[in-house]
């Protein structure tokens, strides 16, 4: 490691995820370290607030004590300290600001806030350090997990050295996030939890265009989204359908006994259950790619982004590559582990406010609902 690097200890804890991670001068990750939580809230189909604080809790000290020692580093050498302030649950982030700030404190390091958003768009660079292919900007950056379906334009501008990063809302989702309806169909359908890896893996078994699926035309701004009707359709189809009941019943007793992995639960599985998730997956895909090359078109940017846990969806990445190829964009997606809630990001998007010196102090709260701007 370079004497001259800045290493910053990234903390990142907004939903169920505890994270940390050592990234030197905001581009190359010394170590990443993410403890989930996945396999507690599956029982409750979905994330429970209260339980995700606990286990923060529980384990943000060996989390961070982990990310330190794969670095091989000691929590002195440290330049500064870098932690989600939110979005995302209040208590979860709650840990994650109070330890931030108290290691902060305890070692007299700089505290740096994050906007969890702003992470996930510093996924994209991270990667491109890894790759070598560099993004230009201005981007329209598509950010799409369980937890927020939202598009932003992104820039940035140079002043003595240190890069600043500005980010303009351009729409978002009115209703459910595209995770939360890929969760909420596969809850339906007894797929387990989360729903999207399990819905990604069946849907190639089927006709995309079996059942029509629409997405409503959206009143007022364009580049808006919204999943609840197509999650409810679903429903609907399911009621009008009894005939799915039996493999639902099946495929519950599959998971009771903890069979879960896509194969098992595929051949619990009808070819109706294949047509429906390929024509929600369709519906859902087609409905991300259009609005977000449409709003990479209207901001004439040729670089297009997709960061969060959807962006690991294998249609999703073939359609967006199709699309853009065609239309001459060029779009970059995070690898999977960069893509879904990590504290390498949150460390990279920390750097350039670290650089310009905008430090916090023990006052700082955590933010439900931080805009991004
Ligand atoms: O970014 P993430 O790990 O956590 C947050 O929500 O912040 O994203 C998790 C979401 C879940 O809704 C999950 O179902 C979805 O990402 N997901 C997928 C895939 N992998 C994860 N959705 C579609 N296809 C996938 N392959
Ligand atoms: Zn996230």
Redesign the pocket.
């Known amino acids: 490691m370079s004497l001259q690097e800045n290493l910053i200890l990234g903390i990142e804890s907004s939903?169920d995820?505890t994270a940390a991670a050592i990234v030197a001068d905001g581009r190359r990750i010394l170590s990443n370290i993410v403890a989930s939580q996945i396999a507690i809230h599956r029982n409750f189909g979905g994330v429970v607030p209260e339980i995700a604080s606990r286990e923060h809790l529980r384990q943000i000290v060996p989390v961070v004590r982990e990310a330190v020692k794969q670095a091989g580093i000691s929590l002195t050498d440290l330049d500064a300290i870098a932690v989600t302030r939110g979005p995302g649950l209040i208590g979860a982030l709650l840990v994650g600001v109070t330890y931030g700030k108290t290691l902060a404190l305890a070692l007299d390091k700089p505290l740096i806030a994050v906007n969890h958003l702003e992470g996930h768009v510093h996924a994209v660079f991270l990667e491109a350090a890894e790759t070598g292919h560099v993004p230009s900007l201005p981007a329209i950056c598509l950010i799409v997990?369980?937890?927020?379906t939202v598009l932003y334009r992104v820039e940035s501008d140079s002043t003595n050295g240190a890069r600043r990063f500005s980010y303009a809302r351009i729409g978002g989702t009115r209703d459910d996030?595209a995770?939360?309806a890929?969760?909420k169909i596969a809850r339906m359908l007894a797929l387990g939890y989360?729903?999207?890896?399990v819905?990604?893996q069946l849907a190639p078994y089927g006709n995309p265009k079996a059942i029509r699926f629409g997405v409503p035309k959206m009143k007022g701004n364009v580049y808006d989204f919204s999943f609840s009707g197509i999650k409810t359709a679903v429903l609907y189809h399911l009621r009008s359908h009894p005939e799915f009941q039996p493999e639902i019943a099946a495929r519950e007793q599959a998971l009771a006994r903890g069979e879960r992995s896509a194969e098992a639960l595929r051949q619990l599985s009808t070819p109706a259950t294949f047509d429906l998730v390929a024509s929600f997956q369709r519906a859902v895909v087609d409905d991300l790619v259009t609005r977000t090359i449409a709003a990479a078109r209207k901001n004439s940017v040729r670089s297009i982004f997709v960061s969060?846990?959807?962006a690991?969806?294998?249609e999703?990445r073939a359609t967006f590559e199709a699309q853009a190829k065609r239309d001459g964009f060029e779009v970059f997606f995070p690898s999977r582990a960069l893509?879904?809630?990590n504290a390498a990001m949150i460390a990279a998007a920390g750097y350039p406010r670290f650089q310009s010196g905008q430090h916090e102090d023990c006052t700082l709260d955590p933010a439900a609902n931080l805009p991004l701007a």
């Open positions: 939903c995820e997990s369980g937890g927020h996030a995770g939360e890929y969760d989360p729903g999207g890896p819905v990604d969060g846990g959807v690991a969806n294998r999703l893509s879904t809630d």
